[in-house]
């Protein structure tokens, strides 16, 4: 069993910046990639950025550019980097752990552990 807690999600005004973090803990691995989705109210759950064991990233096209992933494997921690902050990115932010990867990293289904969620909200 793996546990993941995400921390850092607040309110913040439009253009601002947040840094979430997310703590693994249990049978988890430096190998395993690490990834953030959110989901807003009404919406579905969407993909926002993963990162690999080996350090490669990927993000969702309306996040690139002002969002990053990082991993401290020494404290089993996942970072996200939220600048430029926007109205629409306000949602429930979830960090989730992949064992094996199947080749979808954009679909949650991929993932087999999931944190609680965090609340990001933006005001305009």
């Known amino acids: 069993q793996v546990q993941l807690v995400e921390s850092g999600g607040g309110l913040v005004q439009a253009g601002g910046s947040l840094r979430l973090s997310c703590v693994a803990s249990g049978r988890t691995s430096s190998n395993y990639a690490m990834g953030w989705f959110r989901q807003a109210p009404g919406k579905e759950r969407e993909f926002v950025t993963r990162?690999?064991?080996?350090?490669?990233?990927y993000y969702a096209d309306s996040v690139k550019g002002r969002f990053t992933i990082s991993r401290d494997n020494a404290k089993n921690t996942v970072y996200l980097q939220m600048n430029s902050l926007k109205p629409e990115d306000t949602a429930v932010y979830y960090c989730a752990l992949d064992k094996s990867y199947s080749g979808k990293y954009y679909d949650w289904n991929e993932y087999d552990y999931w944190g609680q969620g965090t609340q990001v909200t933006v005001s305009s």
């Open positions: 990162i690999t064991g080996g350090g490669n990233t």
